[in-house]
């Protein structure tokens, strides 16, 4: 209860910074700004989901081309730091255009943080420049918002580990609990994960239930047996997530 009482007050009341909403859902908090013209753009930046990413960026463009899904794009921030997607998500939204997105490391995060503009430039087409103006207010805010539903699943922001193995490697299709797949049960699950000194998992919890027990028990089973982190002194925390869906 003390979970979705937390996601319920920050859902509830979204904040204004310098032209950012800030806004959150049960797992992460995402800053969204339009940014006019004859050609609008929309950049969502959300904070980060697991501990393998700082967190996600997404450039919304009405007036994009269905021919660039599938290239690659490269962000440029006004700092002079390069964002590099050979193999970038792109695809055509509801509303039209065009979808970029790519995840962000720690270093992404604080050239955001520092940065006034962003280039984009997608294969050979002419660049795009976006007048964001000073990121770092919203993206502090944006932290602040994320670390508060860290600290409300019991985890210390600065002391999160990402995982030393490939997060793929940690479920297959065989995987699937017989019994879930027999009730059509799917959903996405989060867990949080106690690491120890060796590196490997002493505890699991699930803060996301996909409202499937047996998931979410088959979740923690996995990660407990199969995820590595690096070695370290202290507690530690790590969060996986996983999309568990049927084959069509």
């Given at each position: 209860?003390?979970?979705?009482?937390?996601?319920?007050?920050?859902?509830?009341?979204?904040?204004?910074?310098?032209?950012?909403?800030?806004?959150?859902?049960?797992?992460?908090?995402?800053?969204?700004?339009?940014?006019?013209?004859?050609?609008?753009?929309?950049?969502?930046?959300?904070?980060?989901?697991?501990?393998?990413?700082?967190?996600?960026?997404?450039?919304?463009?009405?007036?994009?081309?269905?021919?660039?899904?599938?290239?690659?794009?490269?962000?440029?921030?006004?700092?002079?730091?390069?964002?590099?997607?050979?193999?970038?998500?792109?695809?055509?939204?509801?509303?039209?255009?065009?979808?970029?997105?790519?995840?962000?490391?720690?270093?992404?995060?604080?050239?955001?943080?520092?940065?006034?503009?962003?280039?984009?430039?997608?294969?050979?087409?002419?660049?795009?420049?976006?007048?964001?103006?000073?990121?770092?207010?919203?993206?502090?805010?944006?932290?602040?918002?994320g670390d508060a539903i860290l600290r409300g699943w019991?985890?210390?922001?600065?002391?999160?580990?990402?995982?030393?193995?490939?997060?793929?490697?940690?479920?297959?299709?065989?995987?699937?609990?017989?019994?879930?797949?027999?009730?059509?049960?799917?959903?996405?699950?989060?867990?949080?994960?106690?690491?120890?000194?060796?590196?490997?998992?002493?505890?699991?919890?699930?803060?996301?239930?996909?409202?499937?027990?047996?998931?979410?028990?088959?979740?923690?089973?996995?990660?407990?047996?199969?995820?590595?982190?690096?070695?370290?002194?202290?507690?530690?925390?790590?969060?996986?997530?996983?999309?568990?869906?049927?084959?069509?």
């Amino acid at each position: 209860m003390i979970l979705f009482a937390l996601a319920a007050a920050l859902a509830a009341a979204p904040e204004r910074v310098d032209g950012w909403a800030i806004t959150s859902d049960a797992e992460r908090c995402t800053a969204t700004r339009t940014f006019g013209g004859r050609s609008p753009v929309t950049i969502r930046v959300n904070s980060r989901t697991t501990s393998d990413y700082a967190g996600n960026i997404w450039i919304l463009m009405p007036q994009g081309s269905p021919d660039w899904i599938g290239k690659s794009f490269v962000l440029k921030s006004s700092s002079g730091a390069r964002f590099i997607w050979p193999y970038a998500y792109m695809s055509q939204p509801p509303e039209g255009g065009v979808s970029l997105s790519g995840s962000l490391d720690v270093r992404d995060w604080a050239a955001l943080v520092g940065t006034s503009s962003l280039k984009v430039q997608i294969a050979d087409i002419a660049p795009l420049t976006i007048a964001t103006g000073p990121m770092a207010p919203a993206m502090t805010a944006l932290k602040k918002c994320g670390d508060a539903i860290l600290r409300g699943w019991g985890v210390d922001p600065d002391r999160m580990v990402g995982l030393s193995v490939v997060p793929t490697s940690l479920f297959w299709n065989a995987d699937y609990p017989i019994d879930a797949r027999l009730a059509k049960q799917q959903g996405r699950v989060v867990v949080i994960v106690g690491v120890g000194p060796s590196g490997e998992p002493g505890t699991c919890k699930v803060v996301v239930s996909s409202g499937s027990a047996s998931l979410d028990s088959r979740t923690c089973e996995l990660v407990l047996e199969r995820a590595r982190y690096p070695k370290g002194t202290g507690q530690r925390w790590g969060i996986t997530s996983t999309r568990w869906a049927l084959s069509r």
